[in-house]
């Protein structure tokens, strides 16, 4: 059709322009590869030369003759053999196609922000001047038919207005009063600093007192408002600003797949940076990733292993148990044994196009910052562009499990690994055992069990802190769908851990790991001098509160205030006060803790992260234990081993004695704990 509509000029034009706009996509997918694959071929020189000469030419016969086109085939065979124009061809062709998906994917993420900005922009507009023609325009833009009926009922509508104006209010009133509580109350230093200990410890507790009051406030507005979004139907709750632009997000991530949905799952567990409508939405990703269909698992097993799903296995299901954003599990009965597998299989092209992804993510979102001042994520991509190629290697996941099933195993936790079938696993395909369990923050399923909360939060806590601090072998990626719960076979009323999904693991460097527990040691009995030396271990010298402050997300004055009191109890009061506290921070110091990240060890990065699936773990289960002193215990415990190698014998039996208070007064708090909750 196209040959038929053009002139001959023009559609030699138009080759010329294909001609360069494919030489530009293989020069990107070339440097995708190189970038992370330094053994991969270059072109030979003679194909780049005669690519110059082909260009040259066909620029110059882009008139209405073809005698600068028919001179050139000639010219082509004393340059280089057709082999070697093969080979080469051959090599980087099939990164041609994928680098153009990746792009159209990146156009959409580019597209996708551009009207959230816009969305956002327009709706604080018309907010602050409700009848201009800008505000009436966006209302008929941007707001669905159904979302448009709703502002007809204005009764409705100013109350949702009061509501938003009213959090407005709050949080200002509470970022005033958490400045008053970290720094003390504006031009009243002198004053301040002159009065005597007593006086500033009380004049403390009022300012934290009225902190909590406003962040108690704001958490009940904040009900309110989403009570108010829950009453109307699915299609009118789109209504909220922020549910609107999360479902575009979503969307986003569902419709690109692969790379995109890892860093929805990533977002997803940020809920003290984002608002509540993108956790709830976001958190869908963890259930309802993209699935691939039935004969692409059938291709990609074949290729793998050489055989079908029905030749190596018995009863393989055509559905998918679970999908995530890498892979999706099937469920099959092993031919030898008898017993239930779980068979994961990679995504269908994902090994392609992922690169491609990261690198064109990276690039529209670095895009983004320059534009936007507010958006500061590119530290996301960051994390993952090195973590990624691991992750989809399972020959790499099977050995990452094996390697954390020998550690549990020493520690005696209650927490199993699901066994590696290594003779049907491969790169894209990973065999193991299947075992029953569901989520651990499926409050109803563990109330039905029978299990405590309590008990459960602790294990969890219990299991990663022993990763990072006595074995250096981490599990990056604990999100609310790989840690899966059930009751213990053999200890009644006692949770056990199934953890899965062993891509992302991280071994820490032992100078890194001791200079992390030291910091959590010193966090937890409150050594400021300490944790402001094993802060400048770890390259942070003046921002040693804010890293502190990062890692137990709680402001750093709690632990000034603990040093006073002697006591392990962090407790703000608890209810949605808290959480409005800690968000409040978080928000606060967002701009420091994104230059925090360029300070840190990479590492860290990965810790962080974690931090993340754990806290979001933490209070889906509502915050039931004091997860600061189990991470004490553990650090408090590597602290000593390391010490326990020095030379001298003197300090030996110091360190020896500082563990033993360390873990006295832990034993003291938890029993005093469990006390309390039983009367």
């Known amino acids: 059709m196209l040959r038929a509509a053009l002139p001959y000029s023009r559609r030699l034009k138009f080759a010329t322009a294909s001609a360069c706009l494919t030489g530009t996509t293989v020069a990107a997918a070339a440097y995708v590869v190189r970038a992370n694959d330094n053994d991969v071929r270059p072109l030979s020189k003679e194909t780049v030369r005669v690519g110059r000469q082909w260009s040259n030419s066909t620029q110059c016969s882009s008139g209405d003759d073809n005698t600068g086109t028919t001179a050139l085939i000639p010219s082509l065979s004393p340059f280089l053999s057709i082999q070697q124009v093969t080979d080469d061809i051959s090599q980087y062709t099939s990164l041609v196609l994928p680098t153009l998906e990746a792009l159209h994917r990146a156009a959409r993420l580019f597209a996708t922000a551009a009207t959230m900005a816009v969305d956002y922009q327009c709706y604080s507009i018309q907010r602050q001047q409700p009848h201009s023609m800008l505000s009436q325009l966006y209302k008929w833009t941007f707001l669905t038919s159904n979302e448009k009926d709703m502002i007809v009922n204005e009764d409705r509508e100013l109350k949702r207005h009061e509501l938003e104006n009213a959090i407005d209010r709050l949080e200002k009133d509470l970022e005033r009063a958490q400045h008053d509580y970290v720094n003390g ?48 139907d699915t299609q009118n709750a789109k209504n909220n600003i922020h549910c609107r632009n999360a479902l575009r997000l979503l969307r986003l991530c569902r419709t690109n797949g692969g790379v995109y949905v890892k860093v929805g799952q990533h977002l997803a567990n940020l809920d003290l940076l984002l608002p509540e409508e993108y956790i709830q939405t976001l958190s869908s990703l963890f259930d309802n990733a ?23 296995f018995r009863d393989f299901s055509t559905e998918p148990l679970a999908s995530a954003s890498l892979a999706q599990v099937h469920t099959a009965i092993c031919k030898e044994t008898g017993r239930k597998l779980a068979i994961k299989v990679q995504h269908r092209g994902l090994r392609e196009t992922s690169r491609g992804d990261l690198f064109a993510m990276t690039y529209v979102v670095k895009l983004a910052e320059k534009m936007f001042d507010d958006f500061n994520f590119g530290w996301v991509c960051e994390e993952l562009t090195p973590q990624l190629p691991k992750e989809l290697n399972f020959v ?69 802190n022993s990763m990072i601090f006595i074995d250096g072998f981490v599990h990056c990626d604990p999100h609310e769908a790989n840690v899966l719960l059930r009751p213990h076979p053999h200890k009644k009323g006692k949770p056990q851990i199934v953890l899965v999904d062993h891509g992302l693991y991280k071994k820490l460097d032992a100078g890194f790991k001791l200079s992390y527990a030291r910091l959590w040691k010193s966090i937890v009995v409150a050594d400021i001098p300490g944790i402001e030396s094993s802060c400048e271990s770890l390259g942070v010298k003046k921002m040693y509160p804010l890293l502190a402050a990062m890692l137990t997300s709680r402001p750093f004055d709690e632990v000034v205030e603990r040093s006073q009191t002697n006591s392990f109890d962090v407790s703000q009061g608890g209810g949605g ?27 860290m990065l990965l810790i962080f992260k974690m931090n993340d699936c754990l806290r979001h773990v933490d209070y889906a289960l509502g915050s039931p234990a004091n997860t600061l002193v189990v991470a004490g215990r553990y650090a408090s415990r590597a602290v000593y081993e390391s010490d326990q190698k020095q030379k001298r014998y003197f300090d030996r039996i110091k360190s020896w004695v500082s563990y033993l208070r360390v873990l006295l007064r832990i034993n003291t708090y938890e029993l005093w704990t469990r006390l309390t909750l039983s009367q």
Request: charged share 30%.
């Open 577 to 603: 006060g808290d959480k409005a506290v800690i968000r409040g921070y978080a928000q606060r110091y967002l701009s420091e803790i994104i230059s925090m990240l360029d300070i840190v060890p990479r590492q």
């Open 396 to 464: 790499n996941e099977g050995k990452n499990a094996e390697a954390a099933a020998a550690h549990l195993k020493q520690t005696t936790l209650d927490c199993i690994v699901p066994k590696i079938m290594w003779d049907v696993t491969s790169h894209r395909v990973l065999t193991m055992e299947f075992e029953e369990g569901f989520r651990a923050t499926d409050v109803t399923k563990i109330d039905e069990a029978g299990l405590l909360r309590r008990d459960v939060a602790k294990l969890i806590s219990s299991v990663f």
């Open 185 to 232: 109350p504006s031009g009243s230093e002198t004053k301040y600093n002159n009065t005597c200990l007593s006086d500033r410890t009380l004049a403390k507790r009022a300012q934290k007192e009225v902190m909590l009051e406003i962040a108690r406030d704001l958490s009940d507005a904040q009900d309110a408002l989403s009570s108010l979004h829950n009453e109307d």
């Open 290 to 312: 993209p699935v691939s269909s039935y004969q692409d698992v059938c291709e990609v097993i074949q290729e793998e292993l050489g055989s079908s799903p029905d030749e190596l």
